[in-house]
T-cell receptor
Framework: AQSVTQPDIHITVSEGASLELRCNYS??????LFWYVQSPGQGLQLLLKYFSGDTLVQGIKGFEAEFKRSQSSFNLRKPSVHWSDAAEYFC????????????FGTGTRLQVTL | DSGVTQTPKHLITATGQRVTLRCSPRSGDLSVYWYQQSLDQGLQFLIQYYNGEERAKGNILERFSAQQFPDLHSELNLSSLELGDSALYFCASSEPRLAVGWGGEQFFGPGTRLTVL
């Protein structure tokens, strides 16, 4: 069965510092991989996705993620965090064979200090 | 704004009652997905419909049911509600797989917050 692990429940960074959120997945084949962000009281917004091809993908709001097949990881990075990035971040995996359900990690809550 | 709409935004009801949550997908999207987000279970997939037909089922209780109508909007029906059903319910939609530029992503609505008292 597919699963997603986000080992960090809560991360605090200073504004302007770099950020890396970890995501490891378990899946039988190459999956689709996604990062979503959820601000308080809001829905989920797609930050970026890995579908195929270049393993370093760029997303919105200055985020990027790197797919590493050998490590079953898809870590999210941002070189300089802004206070508005404070939110909850979810990594998700979906099957390539059919457009079907996403399996989400438990999320990482990001706090940004000024 | 993802283009997916959900109503109502908030719903407060009592145990044993029945409620209906409504979702309108993005224009052109044929798939609708329902997810439940709770503190103890996280984000869990409930059910998927594609062009009016059930396509996939997740951890959906027998007390819950859904349908997708000819105009592609979907409703999630929750009955015999229990305190533990209190959660945020999200609807998501995705475009047909054969659509140009399809990438498998799902677009989420703002959610319906259900509180069962």
């Amino acid at each position: 069965a597919q699963s997603v692990t986000q080992p960090d429940i809560h991360i605090t960074v200073s504004e302007g510092a770099s950020l890396e959120l970890r995501c490891n997945y378990s899946y039988g084949a190459t999956p689709y991989l996604f990062w979503y962000v959820q601000s308080p009281g809001q829905g989920l917004q797609l930050l970026l996705k890995y579908f195929s091809g270049d393993t370093l993908v760029q997303g919105i709001k200055g985020f990027e993620a790197e797919f590493k097949r050998s490590q079953s990881s898809f870590n999210l990075r941002k070189p300089s965090v802004h206070w508005s990035d404070a939110a909850e971040y979810f990594c998700a995996v979906g099957p390539q064979s059919t457009a079907s359900k996403l399996t989400f990690g438990t999320g990482t809550r990001l706090q940004v200090t000024l | 704004d993802s283009g997916v709409t959900q109503t109502p935004k908030h719903l407060i009801t009592a145990t044993g009652q029945r409620v209906t949550l409504r979702c309108s997908p993005r224009s052109g999207d044929l798939s609708v997905y329902w997810y439940q987000q709770s503190l103890d279970q996280g984000l869990q997939f409930l059910i998927q419909y594609y062009n009016g037909e059930e396509r996939a089922k997740g951890n959906i209780l027998e007390r819950f049911s859904a349908q997708q109508f000819p105009d592609l909007h979907s409703e999630l029906n929750l009955s015999s509600l229990e305190l533990g059903d209190s959660a945020l319910y999200f609807c998501a939609s995705s475009e047909p797989r054969l659509a140009v530029g399809w990438g498998g992503e799902q677009f989420f609505g703002p959610g319906t917050r259900l509180t069962v008292l």
